[in-house]
């Protein structure tokens, strides 16, 4: 596996333990720059999973609204 998925792997990660932990500004932050990631790499149906649980946490967020 590359280290590209490998790291954002990794990000989507460190989102859902910060979401845990209860950092959700953090969290919502995380999930917002590997969705963009994921979209950058055409995958987008991992972007719109990502965009999808930042509405869930946070359901008046503009960016994932917009995306």
Known sequence: MRQ???DLEGK???ARMLLQLGFKT???AEFLT???MYAERK???AALELYQ???E????NKT???K
């Not at 946490?57 to 008046?60: L, V």
């Open 4 to 6: 590209e998925a490998l």
């Open 12 to 14: 989507v990660e460190l």
């Open 26 to 28: 953090e969290a919502l």
């Open 34 to 36: 590997a969705a963009e």
């Open 43 to 45: 995958n987008n149906e």
């Open 53 to 55: 649980k930042v509405l």
């Open 57 to 60: 946490i946070d359901p008046a």
């Open 64 to 66: 994932a609204e917009n």
